[in-house]
């Protein structure tokens, strides 16, 4: 019979052991339905997401919302919009009551003296030039000031088929800012012209993305079998789609049969109220998608279908290994 402790040796069933007993419970919330930006193939707004809801104003509603949320069970609140920086008393709501990471734009710098120990994801879409085109300014130039060498701040580099080739030189202004990055891959929403994924441009991808991981082991978060099922959408011989993502709220989950997924996850809109289908959008093509934690979980609640042989086994620990780093589960 096939077991973890058959597959693994005393430093790689350490790790394991040491993942096993995390018990992560995620869900998302939009934080507010604004923003100080507005991105082609940002999916909050290029479904209208922004106006499924009315955004709940009363602050002591959020933190009872909060307080039931955690008796639920949810020990990560990933915050979400719009840009949750422009309303800081939710974002402080939530952070005094359950582990909370905040994705921001990173223009509005966080206090540290009222976060300390907040984990923040600054989004990046590419190169000045690309970031012009996408999102109207060179974001990097003022996020990067404002966190600069941020112990619990990291990038979340999205990356478009204009970057292939040339991810290098934004990892590398990265590190010398002092700061981590996390690499995920475009999904164009919006269909902007040229930034549509290719087959040859996706390989091509995964061969650089190994080897930033390889040159830059102090600065990129990753493992190379997340390159594998970012690039490819597949895993373990099944395809990314509808009927194999785990991060579709529970209450709105009508597949038959129900893959595996993310325990008790809810995607909540800025009412308190309202579900989203899914951690991106209900307009999306699932069969398009490459949000890279939507990939991480496909591999980290699939855990049984990689008991079968060392390798798969390695592979699936550094995934989970890596979501618990992004989320301050276990440090760098």
């Known amino acids: 019979m096939v077991t973890v402790s058959s597959l693994l040796d005393g430093p790689w069933y350490e790790r394991y052991k040491r993942i096993s007993s995390l018990n992560i419970r995620s869900s998302i919330y939009d934080v507010t339905n604004q923003c100080n930006l507005r991105c082609k193939g940002c999916f909050f707004f290029s479904s209208n997401e922004d106006q499924a809801a009315r955004e709940e104003m009363d602050l002591r509603k959020w933190e009872g919302f909060i307080e039931k949320e955690k008796a639920r069970g949810v020990n990560l609140a990933i915050l979400i919009g719009g840009e949750p920086t422009l ?173 595996r997924r993310l325990i008790h996850f809810i995607r909540w809109a800025s009412d308190l109220k309202t579900v989203h289908r899914c951690c991106t959008s209900a307009t999306r093509d699932c069969s398009t998608c490459k949000d890279g934690a939507a990939h991480m979980s496909w591999a980290m609640v699939n855990k049984r279908d990689h008991i079968r042989t060392k390798e798969d086994l390695q592979n699936w620990i550094e995934v989970y290994e890596m979501f618990a780093k992004l989320y301050h589960f276990i440090p760098w």
């Open 87 to 259: 309303h800081l008393d939710r974002v402080e709501a939530f952070y005094r009551r359950l582990p909370t990471y905040c994705a921001t734009n990173g223009l509005i710098k966080i206090p540290r003296e009222r976060f300390p120990e907040m984990m923040i994801g600054i989004s990046l879409w590419g190169s000045p030039e690309d970031e012009k085109v996408l999102r109207g300014r060179d974001t990097f130039a003022v996020s990067s000031k404002n966190y600069a060498g941020d112990a619990y701040t990291y990038y979340l580099y999205t990356i478009t088929p204009r970057q292939v080739g040339k991810t290098e030189g934004v990892v590398q202004r990265i590190a010398e800012a002092g700061l981590k990055v996390h690499l995920q891959l475009l999904s164009n929403d919006e269909h902007v012209e040229g930034f549509s994924w290719e087959a040859e441009e996706l390989e091509a991808l995964r061969q650089e993305l190994d080897g930033l991981l390889e040159r830059y082991p102090q600065t990129v978060i990753s493992c190379k079998y997340y390159h594998q099922i970012i690039t490819s959408g597949k895993m373990m011989g099944r395809s990314f789609g509808w009927k194999e993502c785990p991060s579709v709220t529970e209450s709105l989950d009508d597949r038959q049969p129900r893959p």
